[in-house]
């Protein structure tokens, strides 16, 4: 056949002015061409998410699976319950003849991973936990004998023993604490603040400055200082009849005297200022009062108030149980614990001191609540300084003052410069290592001595909130050092005899900086509440914040005047003098 020539060629070209198929009218509408489809057609996916983890459904492999599930989720065909047979694919043929060979080897002796006692692996899931089928798992190692410990098969580093905190936390109760106060429905609730919004607060007050100060001092034994933890370091805890007192805010006369001069316009104790401005780091419910009187406010507190006790183990991950929750021990629980700590701490400060008359640091003015002619026990060695606090900011129009009643517990001499210097006395309490809620505490008697830093941050973690309160307080009053005691029980399960181990000494703001305790913090929680009460239009009412039980949440409610008064037999503006005996009980005088 001759070739044709490129005049054929041309000629031979159709003579419309478009190319390619013929268009028919079946394909067409509206002069648009289309594909034609049923109503029962699906549609399909740019990309299918959904399938990942169901190819081991069945042994028939990862291709036979595929062909399955795209049928299924497709249509196969062009029947009316799939696709068009216009968007088939042609290579499907040619890929159903595919498939995979293993060649890999296997061998009928395999080794465990970590040799005894080791995790069975199987399936595509090797790296998972132990006797698993599938899945990726965490890359966790156990020791199911209890050795040195490990990786815990529910994740995190176990401890000595085998056995690690959060062990079969999931199926414990949740914990209902009750309130201190239960609101009533006279009260109206004004604002509720997470505590989450509180830690990011900061205001700078400054040092403060020392208006005036009470009472006296006795000089610090120093005999306690040597040897923390050695067994002949060790003496009784003695009971020692001595008047201490815990006076109310608005109680107090001096205050109530500096209220009068107009010195500034809110009042507080170191007690109760404490509490508030470590407020977030607290577990267990307290309340607090706020007076508002005119344009004068008095952070104060009630009767019987919580914030009189002294915790134990209240931030341990795993607290002291009340009776109600299973907990077989009455001596072990919240309450009796909180009793027997407040009783060593009101009777631990006057012990460590050396009783002289003729060698104490006398103060300015005498003892503000001690009457000589009414009280049978000699005073206990207590100083009250009352010092000034700027908390007002750029924007203020007036200067906003917070005066607080500070106390120093002892004195002693400098070895240096030989100068008087100012210390708190607190002291803290071991029950039994071994009962529960001790939060993982070491054992006093045996690693005080050559572990003592391991014993203190094991205290800073169950009881941040009371060391932190109490390392508040030591600033507040400008002490150069704070005392602390580490007392013990006589027997586990004697709550009456107790055994002074040993006192270390720390000053405040370092010891606060290793608590990671922002003082500014403190402040900035302070002065929130403030606005709040003086944001509100009454002149004369009654706020009580309340810590919820359960909930790291504060509540600040406006109640009647009269709240709290029924209970008490004095008027709140009255002189109340609460002595606290060797029970630890605070009674009116």
Request: glycine share 10%; hydrophobic share 30%.
């Amino acid at each position: 056949m001759a070739p044709a020539s490129l005049l054929d060629l041309i000629d031979s070209l159709p003579s419309s002015e478009s190319w390619g198929p013929p268009t028919t009218t079946d394909t067409m509408l509206n002069g648009v061409p289309y594909a034609a489809f049923s109503k029962g057609d699906k549609l399909g996916r740019m990309a299918d998410w959904t399938a990942e983890g169901k190819e081991r459904e069945g042994r028939g492999g990862r291709q036979q699976y595929q062909q399955r599930y795209r049928d299924q989720i497709y249509g196969g065909g062009g029947g009316p319950g799939g696709l068009q047979t216009v968007f088939n694919i042609e290579g499907q043929n040619e890929e159903n003849t595919f498939s995979l060979v293993d060649r890999s080897q296997t061998s009928s002796r395999s080794r465990g991973f970590g040799g005894r006692g080791s995790a069975v692996f199987r399936g595509r899931g090797a790296r998972g936990q132990q006797n698993q089928r599938g899945g990726r798992g965490t890359y966790q190692r156990s020791d199911n004998r209890g050795g040195r410990g490990g990786y815990d098969p529910r994740g995190g580093r176990g401890g000595r023993g085998g056995r690690r905190f959060g062990w079969k936390d999931y199926d414990k109760p949740q914990r209902n604490r009750e309130a201190s106060v239960q609101p009533k429905d006279s009260w109206r609730m004004l604002e509720e603040i997470d505590f989450n919004r509180l830690s990011k607060l900061n205001l700078d007050t400054g040092e403060g400055e020392d208006l005036d100060d009470y009472g006296f001092l006795y000089y610090y034994d120093r005999s306690y200082d040597k040897q923390p933890g050695a067994a002949t370091s060790a003496r009784k805890l003695n009971v020692l009849d001595r008047a201490a007192y815990n006076v109310s805010t608005s109680s107090d006369p001096v205050i109530q005297e500096l209220a009068e001069k107009d010195e500034a316009t809110i009042f507080a104790t170191d007690n109760i200022l404490s509490m508030l401005m470590c407020a977030p780091r607290s577990v267990y419910s307290w309340d607090i009062v706020i007076l508002k009187q005119g344009n004068k406010i008095y952070i104060d507190k009630r009767e019987g108030s919580s914030l009189d006790m002294v915790t134990v183990n209240e931030n341990a991950a795993d607290a002291p149980l009340e009776m109600s929750e299973g907990n077989k021990d009455q001596i072990n629980s919240p309450g009796a614990l909180k009793e027997e700590a407040t009783h060593i701490n009101n009777v631990f400060p006057a012990q460590v001191v050396v009783e002289s008359d003729t060698s104490k640091h006398d103060m300015n003015n005498e003892h503000p609540f001690y009457n000589a002619a009414e009280e049978t026990d000699p005073p206990a060695s207590k100083s009250y300084k009352y010092r000034r606090f700027d908390l007002s900011l750029e924007a203020d129009a007036e200067p906003l003052h917070l005066i607080v009643r500070t106390e120093l517990d002892a004195v002693v001499k400098n070895n240096i410069s030989g100068e008087d210097q100012f210390l708190t006395i607190k002291a803290l309490n071991e029950f039994d290592n071994k009962a529960q809620g001790s939060g993982g505490a070491l054992d006093w008697r045996s690693k005080l001595a050559s572990q003592r830093g391991a014993v203190v941050a094991t205290e800073m973690k169950n009881n941040s909130c009371k060391l932190a309160r109490w390392t508040i307080q030591a600033i507040l009053a400008k002490a150069d050092v704070m005392k602390l005691g580490f007392v013990s029980r006589a027997s586990p399960k004697n709550t009456s005899d107790h055994v002074i181990l040993g006192v270390l000494g720390y000053k405040p703001r370092e010891f606060a900086t290793q608590m990671n305790l922002n003082l500014n913090n403190g402040w900035a929680i302070v002065r929130t509440f403030i606005d709040m009460v003086m944001k509100e239009s009454t002149t004369d009412a009654k706020y009580v914040l309340v810590k919820d039980p359960n909930k790291p949440t504060i509540r600040l409610y406006q109640v009647p005047r009269d709240t709290f008064e029924e209970d008490e037999d004095g008027d709140m503006g009255g002189s109340m003098l609460g002595k606290v005996d060797e029970d630890g009980a605070g009674a009116e005088e």
